[in-house]
């Protein structure tokens, strides 16, 4: 982290630091429900960078995202109901089941030339071939899904994850920052540069000498291992999962929804993008509940307009916008 923050010019290190201060005090000043929103939006300020790393690094646009958050929910918490192994010792071994997913999908999808439009359905196939197969597994909980033991919410346990939402925020606040932290390195690494070249020109790119397919797959698999993580940690705040909703498509979408809007291959705007969305989403639910209005798909069809004022008004995201409306530079975080 200090090579992240040692990077940054004068102005971006300051604002880095007092968005980071913020962050680490919210919790006590927030009420329940704030500290939920927060939760959330930290969860998906994740999983995007997770996604980011795939498409707004590597250029492979996957839309079956959800398959990786479900496997690492499922097996994490499969290995603490059945085998009695913690979160913390399932979260590794969740993360290399997903890391070989990608790879696989990876595999047959490069191998045989599948790109484009071809590729991101392949990735929702096989995210909806494994929710229609985990349905039919008892020993996974069928459609019915997975419970885990709920604890009192004043509980608290780090080695099981067991506790409050003050818990999971600063868990998830962690995971957020390490993975800035990591994709930073990789988009400065000659592996960042070689996927910046794949994505703007794969032909070019091969001319060059750069493997277009190890690198491709390099790219899922890390995309793949990160996702799981944010799944076992879901898995434990929520204490349920079905395949329904751990795999199912719509869930992709909410993955990617905040690259896309805060900034797609920057740092900064998967981030940004997953506090806006979250922001905007529960306050148009507020709204909804004060005028005693509830419209069905009302928040999915708010989200989709706020994508296309962005693809409209601000093409490149939020953050690269704003960044050089706060004149801090042109090479946008």
Request: with cysteine.
């Amino acid at each position: 982290m200090n090579s992240l923050v040692s990077a940054l010019p004068g102005r971006r290190r300051a604002g880095l630091i007092l968005a980071l201060g913020l962050l680490l005090a919210a919790p006590w000043v927030a009420g329940p429900y704030l500290l939920s929103v927060l939760v959330l939006a930290l969860y998906y300020a994740y999983v995007g960078q997770a996604w980011n790393v795939m498409m707004g690094f590597a250029g492979q646009l996957s839309l079956g995202h959800a398959l990786y958050v479900g496997l690492g929910a499922y097996v994490s918490a499969t290995l603490y109901l059945h085998a009695g192994l913690g979160p913390w010792a399932g979260v590794p071994i969740a993360a290399a089941v997903s890391a070989a997913a990608g790879a696989v999908i990876g595999f047959l999808a490069f191998r045989f030339g599948i790109g484009g439009v071809y590729f991101a359905l392949l990735t929702i196939a096989f995210a909806e071939f494994t929710r229609i197969g985990f349905e039919h597994v008892d020993w996974l909980g069928g459609a019915g899904g997975l419970f885990l033991p709920v604890v009192e919410r004043g509980h608290l346990d780090i080695v099981d994850l067991r506790g409050g939402p003050r818990l999971f925020y600063y868990v998830l606040l962690a995971l957020t920052v390490a993975a800035l932290w990591l994709c930073h390195r990789l988009r400065t690494s000659r592996i960042g540069y070689y996927w910046l070249a794949i994505r703007e020109d794969p032909e070019a790119a091969q001319a060059l000498g750069i493997d277009l397919f190890r690198y491709r797959v390099l790219a899922a698999a890390i995309s793949a291992a990160m996702a799981s993580v944010a799944g076992s940690v879901a898995a434990f705040y929520y204490n349920s999962l079905t395949p329904a909703d751990s795999f199912g498509s719509a869930k992709s979408i909410e993955i990617i929804l905040g690259p896309l809007v805060g900034g797609l291959g920057t740092l900064i705007g998967p981030i940004l993008g997953a506090f806006v969305l979250t922001g905007l989403g529960e306050a148009l639910r507020a709204l909804l509940d004060v005028t005693g209005h509830q419209v069905p798909g009302a928040t999915q069809l708010f989200y989709g307009l706020v994508l296309l004022l962005v693809i409209k008004y601000l093409p490149g995201g939020i953050w690269p916008g704003l960044a050089r409306h706060l004149g801090l530079g042109n090479r946008v975080g």
